[in-house]
T-cell receptor, first 113, second 115 residues
Framework: DQQVKQNSPSLSVQEGRISILNCDYTNSMFDYFLWYKKYPAEGPTFLISISSIKDKNEDGRFTVFLNKSAKHLSLHIVPSQPGDSAVYFCAATSGGSNYKLTFGKGTLLTVNP | EAGVVQSPRYKIIEKKQPVAFWCNPI?????LYWYLQNLGQGPELLIR????????DSQLPKDRFSAERLKGVDSTLKIQPAELGDSAVYLC?????????????FGPGTRLTVL
Protein backbone atom coordinates (compact mmCIF):
# COMPACT_ATOMS: atom_id res chain seq x y z
CA ASP A 1 0.00 0.00 0.00
CA GLN A 2 1.68 3.15 -1.21
CA GLN A 3 1.10 6.00 1.22
CA VAL A 4 2.70 8.68 -0.96
CA LYS A 5 1.76 8.66 -4.60
CA GLN A 6 3.23 10.52 -7.53
CA ASN A 7 1.01 9.45 -10.37
CA SER A 8 2.91 11.16 -13.16
CA PRO A 9 6.13 9.28 -13.94
CA SER A 10 7.28 12.11 -16.20
CA LEU A 11 6.60 15.71 -17.15
CA SER A 12 8.00 17.80 -19.97
CA VAL A 13 7.82 21.62 -20.08
CA GLN A 14 9.37 24.44 -22.03
CA GLU A 15 12.00 26.67 -20.52
CA GLY A 16 10.44 29.72 -18.89
CA ARG A 17 7.08 28.06 -18.34
CA ILE A 18 5.65 26.76 -15.07
CA SER A 19 6.29 23.18 -13.95
CA ILE A 20 3.69 21.65 -11.64
CA LEU A 21 4.50 18.37 -9.93
CA ASN A 22 1.77 16.64 -7.96
CA CYS A 23 1.73 14.35 -4.98
CA ASP A 24 -1.09 12.62 -3.10
CA TYR A 25 -0.95 10.90 0.25
CA THR A 26 -3.26 8.55 2.10
CA ASN A 27 -1.95 8.62 5.67
CA SER A 28 -3.77 11.35 7.61
CA MET A 29 -1.05 11.21 10.29
CA PHE A 30 1.48 12.83 7.96
CA ASP A 31 2.18 16.34 9.17
CA TYR A 32 5.36 17.37 7.37
CA PHE A 33 6.06 17.16 3.67
CA LEU A 34 9.25 17.55 1.68
CA TRP A 35 10.39 17.65 -1.91
CA TYR A 36 13.75 16.24 -2.94
CA LYS A 37 15.46 16.60 -6.30
CA LYS A 38 17.72 13.92 -7.75
CA TYR A 39 20.16 14.13 -10.63
CA PRO A 40 21.48 10.92 -12.24
CA ALA A 41 24.24 9.19 -10.26
CA GLU A 42 23.72 11.55 -7.31
CA GLY A 43 21.79 11.24 -4.08
CA PRO A 44 18.55 13.15 -3.52
CA THR A 45 18.97 16.74 -2.36
CA PHE A 46 16.46 18.60 -0.22
CA LEU A 47 14.53 21.27 -2.08
CA ILE A 48 11.64 22.62 -0.01
CA SER A 49 9.29 21.53 2.76
CA ILE A 50 5.97 22.44 4.31
CA SER A 51 4.34 21.80 7.64
CA SER A 52 0.72 20.74 7.83
CA ILE A 53 -0.14 23.96 9.66
CA LYS A 54 0.58 25.90 6.49
CA ASP A 55 -0.91 25.76 3.03
CA LYS A 56 1.92 27.41 1.13
CA ASN A 57 5.67 27.77 1.36
CA GLU A 58 7.80 29.67 -1.08
CA ASP A 59 11.53 29.68 -1.74
CA GLY A 60 12.66 31.59 -4.78
CA ARG A 61 11.34 29.91 -7.91
CA PHE A 62 9.91 27.01 -5.88
CA THR A 63 6.54 27.01 -4.15
CA VAL A 64 4.85 24.10 -2.43
CA PHE A 65 1.10 24.09 -1.89
CA LEU A 66 -0.66 21.80 0.57
CA ASN A 67 -4.35 20.92 0.47
CA LYS A 68 -4.95 18.88 3.61
CA SER A 69 -8.60 18.14 2.94
CA ALA A 70 -7.69 16.64 -0.42
CA LYS A 71 -4.47 15.08 0.92
CA HIS A 72 -2.67 16.65 -1.98
CA LEU A 73 0.42 18.73 -2.42
CA SER A 74 2.08 20.26 -5.42
CA LEU A 75 5.42 21.78 -6.29
CA HIS A 76 5.45 24.76 -8.63
CA ILE A 77 8.63 25.85 -10.38
CA VAL A 78 8.45 29.26 -12.04
CA PRO A 79 10.14 29.93 -14.35
CA SER A 80 11.43 26.47 -15.25
CA GLN A 81 15.07 26.21 -16.32
CA PRO A 82 16.92 23.40 -18.13
CA GLY A 83 18.97 22.82 -14.97
CA ASP A 84 15.75 21.87 -13.19
CA SER A 85 15.61 18.67 -15.26
CA ALA A 86 15.78 15.90 -12.65
CA VAL A 87 13.66 13.37 -10.77
CA TYR A 88 11.55 14.99 -8.06
CA PHE A 89 10.52 12.96 -5.03
CA CYS A 90 7.71 13.87 -2.70
CA ALA A 91 8.20 12.66 0.88
CA ALA A 92 6.14 12.77 4.06
CA THR A 93 6.64 12.16 7.73
CA SER A 94 4.63 12.30 10.95
CA GLY A 95 4.89 12.91 14.65
CA GLY A 96 6.94 16.07 14.42
CA SER A 97 10.03 14.11 13.52
CA ASN A 98 11.88 14.21 10.25
CA TYR A 99 13.41 10.83 10.51
CA LYS A 100 11.00 8.36 8.95
CA LEU A 101 10.47 9.71 5.48
CA THR A 102 8.02 7.94 3.21
CA PHE A 103 8.85 8.68 -0.40
CA GLY A 104 6.80 8.60 -3.58
CA LYS A 105 8.14 6.96 -6.71
CA GLY A 106 9.28 10.23 -8.22
CA THR A 107 8.48 12.29 -11.31
CA LEU A 108 11.06 12.88 -14.03
CA LEU A 109 10.93 16.53 -15.06
CA THR A 110 12.45 17.54 -18.39
CA VAL A 111 12.75 21.22 -19.16
CA ASN A 112 13.36 21.81 -22.83
CA PRO A 113 15.37 24.84 -23.98
CA GLU B 1 31.82 21.33 3.88
CA ALA B 2 32.18 17.76 2.63
CA GLY B 3 28.99 15.89 1.97
CA VAL B 4 28.07 12.31 2.77
CA VAL B 5 30.68 9.98 1.31
CA GLN B 6 29.87 6.46 0.18
CA SER B 7 32.01 3.73 -1.27
CA PRO B 8 32.15 1.89 -3.49
CA ARG B 9 30.01 3.73 -6.00
CA TYR B 10 29.37 0.57 -8.01
CA LYS B 11 29.62 -3.10 -7.11
CA ILE B 12 28.96 -6.19 -9.19
CA ILE B 13 28.92 -9.56 -7.47
CA GLU B 14 27.57 -13.04 -8.03
CA LYS B 15 24.65 -14.28 -5.99
CA LYS B 16 25.48 -15.87 -2.65
CA GLN B 17 28.57 -13.68 -2.30
CA PRO B 18 28.92 -11.20 0.58
CA VAL B 19 29.10 -7.46 -0.01
CA ALA B 20 29.69 -4.42 2.19
CA PHE B 21 29.00 -0.74 1.75
CA TRP B 22 30.67 2.07 3.64
CA CYS B 23 29.34 5.49 4.60
CA ASN B 24 30.98 8.53 6.16
CA PRO B 25 28.37 11.10 7.23
CA ILE B 26 28.72 14.86 7.37
CA UNK B 27 30.90 15.88 10.28
CA UNK B 28 28.87 16.48 13.42
CA UNK B 29 25.78 14.67 12.22
CA UNK B 30 24.60 12.32 14.93
CA UNK B 31 21.88 10.61 12.93
CA LEU B 32 22.71 8.23 10.10
CA TYR B 33 20.31 6.43 7.80
CA TRP B 34 20.60 3.62 5.28
CA TYR B 35 18.04 3.53 2.50
CA LEU B 36 17.31 1.07 -0.29
CA GLN B 37 16.17 2.41 -3.65
CA ASN B 38 14.85 -0.05 -6.19
CA LEU B 39 14.59 0.94 -9.83
CA GLY B 40 11.64 3.25 -10.42
CA GLN B 41 10.91 3.59 -6.71
CA GLY B 42 11.59 6.10 -3.99
CA PRO B 43 14.11 5.42 -1.22
CA GLU B 44 12.93 3.15 1.62
CA LEU B 45 14.44 3.35 5.07
CA LEU B 46 16.38 0.27 6.19
CA ILE B 47 17.91 1.45 9.45
CA ARG B 48 18.47 4.62 11.45
CA UNK B 49 21.29 5.25 13.94
CA UNK B 50 21.46 7.79 16.71
CA UNK B 51 25.18 7.90 17.41
CA UNK B 52 26.13 4.24 17.89
CA UNK B 53 22.62 3.01 18.61
CA UNK B 54 20.35 1.50 15.97
CA UNK B 55 17.06 3.08 17.04
CA UNK B 56 14.97 1.87 14.12
CA ASP B 57 15.89 -1.30 12.24
CA SER B 58 12.36 -2.57 11.75
CA GLN B 59 12.72 -2.58 7.94
CA LEU B 60 16.12 -4.29 7.85
CA PRO B 61 15.94 -7.93 6.64
CA LYS B 62 17.97 -9.32 9.49
CA ASP B 63 18.43 -12.79 8.04
CA ARG B 64 20.96 -11.49 5.52
CA PHE B 65 21.49 -7.79 6.24
CA SER B 66 23.53 -6.31 9.05
CA ALA B 67 24.81 -2.86 9.86
CA GLU B 68 27.12 -1.26 12.36
CA ARG B 69 28.24 2.17 13.45
CA LEU B 70 30.86 1.34 16.02
CA LYS B 71 32.23 4.77 16.94
CA GLY B 72 29.16 6.78 16.10
CA VAL B 73 30.65 8.13 12.88
CA ASP B 74 31.26 5.81 9.91
CA SER B 75 28.84 3.02 9.17
CA THR B 76 28.94 -0.24 7.24
CA LEU B 77 26.01 -2.09 5.72
CA LYS B 78 26.57 -5.74 4.85
CA ILE B 79 24.63 -8.32 2.88
CA GLN B 80 25.50 -11.99 3.28
CA PRO B 81 24.64 -13.84 1.15
CA ALA B 82 23.45 -11.54 -1.64
CA GLU B 83 20.43 -12.52 -3.72
CA LEU B 84 19.39 -11.41 -7.20
CA GLY B 85 16.63 -9.26 -5.71
CA ASP B 86 19.17 -7.21 -3.75
CA SER B 87 20.22 -5.41 -6.92
CA ALA B 88 19.44 -1.77 -6.13
CA VAL B 89 21.00 1.51 -5.05
CA TYR B 90 21.92 1.73 -1.38
CA LEU B 91 21.81 5.28 -0.08
CA CYS B 92 23.29 6.66 3.09
CA UNK B 93 22.02 9.90 4.62
CA UNK B 94 22.81 11.91 7.71
CA UNK B 95 21.25 14.71 9.72
CA UNK B 96 22.10 16.70 12.83
CA UNK B 97 19.20 15.08 14.65
CA UNK B 98 15.84 13.62 13.67
CA UNK B 99 13.92 16.28 15.51
CA UNK B 100 12.69 19.64 14.43
CA UNK B 101 12.62 18.90 10.73
CA UNK B 102 16.38 18.62 10.37
CA UNK B 103 17.21 18.00 6.75
CA UNK B 104 18.55 14.63 5.70
CA UNK B 105 21.57 14.90 3.44
CA PHE B 106 22.09 12.00 1.07
CA GLY B 107 25.25 10.49 -0.33
CA PRO B 108 25.55 9.48 -4.00
CA GLY B 109 24.70 5.86 -3.26
CA THR B 110 26.21 2.50 -4.10
CA ARG B 111 24.69 0.74 -7.09
CA LEU B 112 24.73 -3.01 -6.45
CA THR B 113 24.28 -5.52 -9.25
CA VAL B 114 23.88 -9.17 -8.26
CA LEU B 115 24.40 -11.64 -11.12
Amino acid sequence: DQQVKQNSPSLSVQEGRISILNCDYTNSMFDYFLWYKKYPAEGPTFLISISSIKDKNEDGRFTVFLNKSAKHLSLHIVPSQPGDSAVYFCAATSGGSNYKLTFGKGTLLTVNP
Amino acid sequence: EAGVVQSPRYKIIEKKQPVAFWCNPISGHNTLYWYLQNLGQGPELLIRYENEEAVDDSQLPKDRFSAERLKGVDSTLKIQPAELGDSAVYLCASSLSPQGGDTQYFGPGTRLTVL
